[in-house]
Structures are given as C-alpha cells and as structure tokens.
C-alpha cells in the first residue's frame, strides 16, 4: 500500500501562515490526485483542497484566495500554504491520494485511496 507521512502543522497566530507538507511512500506509485481535508472538533471531514495529475485545482470557497495547493510529482508530494489563517480553520488536516501502486505480491497494479496520520494546525492569539 502507499503511505503518506504529513508535516508542518502547529501553532500560529491569526493572520500567519503555515504550510504543510504530505509525502506519498513507496515506488512504482502514479498518482491520479492529491488533496487536503480538515476536521474540526464536532464536525465532519471536510474538503479543503485538490490539485490532479493535470494540475486542476478546487477549493473549498472558505479558503479561496488565502490557501494555495502545489505538488511536485517528481516525488508525490502535495503542499499547502496557508496564508491569513483565522481561529476558524482551526482542525486536523488529513491529506489524501489516490492513484495506482505496484503490489509485488499479486505483480500487477492496483488501485489505491490512502490518507495521512492528520497534523494539527491551531490559529489563536
């Protein structure tokens, strides 16, 4: 299967930025998309932001303008920067990816949908 290893969460005051980072493990690894999710205490997993193979991009309209999502496909990473954070996008950000890996013990192809361990980014004074 393919692991994904997230970084770069933490404290920051509104107004700051942040950026994460979300590296996919394993080799023989084509990646269709990758994006970020966030939880919030008490609500559910939602979207923030997808960027695909082909470079095409969604937001959620509450980060338009102040997130940016990149990837560098040359090592399955996807980035978010977070600029002007408030207190509300307080959560857990979870990244995900989802694509073909080479499993070596049925040799051929597979599809797959994995998600980070989630790293937590807190926007408060």
């Known amino acids: 299967q393919v692991q994904l290893v997230e970084s770069g969460g933490g404290l920051v005051q509104p107004g700051g930025s942040l950026r994460l980072s979300c590296a996919a493990s394993?080799?023989?690894?084509?990646?269709?998309?990758m994006g970020w999710y966030r939880q919030a205490p008490g609500k559910e997993r939602e979207l923030v932001a997808t960027?695909?193979?082909?470079?095409?991009?969604d937001y959620a309209d509450s980060v338009k303008g102040r997130f940016t999502v990149s990837r560098d496909s040359a090592t399955n990473t996807v980035y978010l920067q977070m600029n002007s954070l408030k207190p509300e996008d307080t959560a857990v950000y979870y990244c995900?990816?989802?694509?073909?890996?080479?499993?070596?013990?049925?040799?051929?192809?597979?599809?797959?949908?994995?998600w980070g361990q989630g790293t937590q980014v807190t926007v408060s004074s």
């Open positions: 995900n990816a989802g694509g073909e890996y080479y499993n070596r013990r049925i040799h051929r192809y597979e599809d797959f949908d994995s």
């Open positions: 394993g080799s023989r690894v084509s990646i269709d998309a």
């Open positions: 960027i695909t193979s082909s470079r095409n991009m």
